[in-house]
């Protein structure tokens, strides 16, 4: 597996991680414990070195499940997770709402540490910009935590240019997360720039469209109420049905390359910058082989020009939420 480095902070990763999120939360059925403990187990022998978690997914499961998984590889990987909501009766929820209060970061980052089963956080994300917290307190909490040697490195989530500078100025900001696929672009207005500007690496979460753009869903699909897609606009038959020029162009791309369209999808992202590094999740070995083995697959600039612009004679239905 080829290496990456986000931004300018010295961090190195495989150029694909792996999403866990879906390992203990979302869509059912999910596989045992185990089979996904061995899932985790058989990306790390594949050469993946990053791994996507977060404490509101499950609620605390998750991190529990790739702190258990990962033990064995502990100082060879790099773990990412996440703080930023409201806890619960349960748990974080984004249903309760945001905190990212200073001394609230800090109490995640102890629990986070002990279910990780790690002794510093290699990238710690606010999950979501909270607008009742200046941004600089958030960066100004995380900063404590890596002096202590608790957080090895600073990321934001969904953050606009202005946010991203701002955190910058206090703690430099080594990745940003955020959903970016060919499907979805408006980060390139302004985000991207900015990104590159500072060296900051970016990490696409729903590189494949949540599915969508591996081009196994029609529009006779459908969703069990557990599953985000049961109410998201882009999964209703009508979306899937308009959005089918996405499919065909990644279909005729693929063809060209002998790959399938997930993997043009993610050879796209991989092409654009350098800095990039996609983490798409994976509850299956079959469908975790196919995505690292967009990697291989080598987009020249005809091919990017190609695929922007048939996509800009494309007109994608529905939000993405």
């Not at 064995?72 to 209060?101: D, W």
């Not at 069990?224 to 882009?234: F, G, L, Q, V, Y």
């Not at 987009?299 to 612009?309: F, K, M, P, V, Y």
């Amino acid at each position: 597996m080829q290496k990456r480095t986000l931004g300018r902070s010295g961090l190195e990763v495989s150029a694909l991680g792996l999403g866990c999120m879906r390992m203990s939360h979302g869509d059912r059925p999910i596989g045992t414990r185990q089979e996904m403990i061995s899932l985790i187990h058989s990306a790390v022998e594949r050469g993946v070195t990053f791994f996507d978690t977060a404490e509101v997914y499950g609620p605390f499961t998750n991190e529990d499940l790739v702190g258990e998984a990962l033990e064995p590889f502990r100082g060879h990987v790099v773990i990412a997770t996440k703080f930023g909501f409201k806890h619960g009766e349960n748990g974080p929820t984004p249903q309760v709402g945001l905190n990212s209060r200073p001394e609230q970061i800090k109490w995640v980052a102890e629990q986070s540490l002990k279910r990780l089963r790690v002794e510093a956080i290699d990238l710690f994300y606010q999950h979501r910009v909270d607008p009742d917290v200046p941004i600089e307190e958030v960066a100004g909490a995380v900063k404590d935590l890596i002096q202590e040697g608790k957080v090895k490195h600073f990321g934001l989530s969904e953050a606009d240019a202005q946010t991203i500078r701002r955190a910058h100025t206090v703690q430099p900001v080594t990745a940003l997360q955020s959903e970016y696929s060919i499907w979805w672009r408006v980060i390139e207005e302004s985000v991207l720039p900015t990104c590159e500007e500072l060296g900051i690496g970016l990490v696409p979460y729903s590189p494949l469209g949540r599915g969508y753009l591996t081009g196994k869903i029609d529009a006779n699909a459908t969703f069990d109420s557990s599953d985000i897609r049961s109410h998201n606009p882009r999964f209703t038959a009508e979306a899937i049905k308009a959005n089918q020029g996405v499919v065909d162009l990644l279909k005729r791309m693929g063809d060209t390359k002998g790959a399938t369209p997930a993997q043009i999808a993610l050879a796209w992202l991989l092409a654009r910058k350098p800095w990039i590094v996609p983490i798409p999740g994976s509850r299956k070995l079959e469908r975790l082989e196919e995505n690292l083995g967009s990697a291989d697959v080598a987009l020249t600039a005809n091919d990017l020009r190609e695929i922007d612009d048939a996509m800009s004679r494309i007109k994608v239905i529905g939000d993405r939420y």
